[in-house]
């Protein structure tokens, strides 16, 4: 059955009156212009074509790494640092799969750098440094080809501070305390910075990705708190963020923003309750099944509030 058959079976089902027969139709998208797939395939081939170049040119100086002095290896790859840049200047249809190149060549430098001269920076610098530097080139590239990778690069930078001032590992007691509420706040301003930028939609990979990450890290967090040998109050925190971010969602009815949040508000919670039966009872078939019967619960409930927000938006339409 076609979707035409399926709009009108249902218009008919529900007795729906022209004004919001018109609204189911254009909610489907029916009549929306079909997607230009050529647009997609240059992306994705240019985007592919940038990743081979430069893994190329890494595994080429790999391999001949006896055979080239520090000065060569440097000449190489600012060569191809400068003409990716130029290229992206000169040539607009070339300007995101090059910026690209240019921006994980960029990486390469700084990393070349730090084991050629033992600089003794810890990683997180290498990745802030390396967002810091490729900020302009995302900018002046305006696509999400150049965003999405340096949302990651920004997401890994996060991280890795994190890590490095949780005393080198991922210790979550009170002392670390302050160190993840910072770090929480900057994978907000990273989401912040994704859907503020120029040319950003709801559908960007660069958004997608910083929410994704952000949703995982402080995910991550408030789980290392919640099962730790006391209840840290990082799990609390991790709650609390959460719990804004599908504010924040809720209001822009952002479905994947929702989903993404949703889920991971759900987990938390799961889990919580689930440190609860197993403190409380002893965790047999009962407490499990009590656990199920939580998630699906909890589940149910966050995907039909996510769906009646949609429909809401869409009827407003």
């Not at 963020?241 to 504010?247: D, F, K, N, S, T």
């Not at 440190?275 to 019967?293: K, N, Y």
């Amino acid at each position: 059955m076609s979707l035409h058959e399926q709009l009108y079976q249902w218009t008919a089902r529900q007795g729906l009156d022209a004004s919001s027969a018109r609204r189911l139709r254009a909610f489907s998208g029916i009549d929306d212009p079909p997607t230009n797939p050529w647009l997609w395939l240059r992306r994705g081939t240019g985007a592919l074509a940038a990743g081979l170049v430069g893994f190329g040119l890494i595994l080429w100086i790999a391999a001949n790494w006896g055979e080239l002095g520090r000065l060569m290896r440097f000449a190489l790859i600012e060569v191809l640092f400068i003409a990716s840049l130029a290229g992206a200047a000169f040539r607009a249809a070339w300007r995101a799969p090059l910026g690209l190149l240019a921006f994980l060549t960029l990486g390469g430098l700084l990393a070349f750098y730090g084991q050629t001269y033992q600089t003794g920076a810890d990683p997180w610098q290498l990745f802030a440094v390396w967002a810091l530097l490729g900020l302009p080139i995302a900018w002046a590239a305006r696509s999400d080809l150049m965003w999405t990778p340096w949302a990651l690069v920004v997401a890994t930078a996060i991280g890795l501070w994190i890590q490095t001032f949780s005393d080198h590992g991922w210790r979550v007691d009170a002392l670390t305390l302050p160190v993840h509420a910072i770090g929480i706040v900057a994978y907000g301003l990273l989401c912040l910075g994704m859907a503020l930028r120029p040319g950003a939609t709801s559908r960007s990979w660069s958004w997608r990705v910083a929410v994704l990450a952000t949703v995982i890290a402080v995910s991550a967090i408030a789980l290392g708190g919640l099962f730790s040998r006391h209840v840290a109050a990082q799990y609390g925190l991790g709650l609390a963020a959460i719990a804004v971010g599908l504010a924040l969602a809720w209001i822009r009815a952002e479905v994947y923003a929702l989903s993404a949040l949703a889920l991971g508000f759900d987990t938390l919670i799961v889990c919580g309750i689930g440190r609860v039966v197993l403190e409380s009872m002893r965790f047999d078939i009962g407490g499990l099944f009590l656990m199920g019967l939580v998630a699906c619960g909890v589940l149910a409930v966050s995907v039909s509030l996510i769906m009646r927000r949609l429909r809401a938006v869409g009827a407003r339409a």
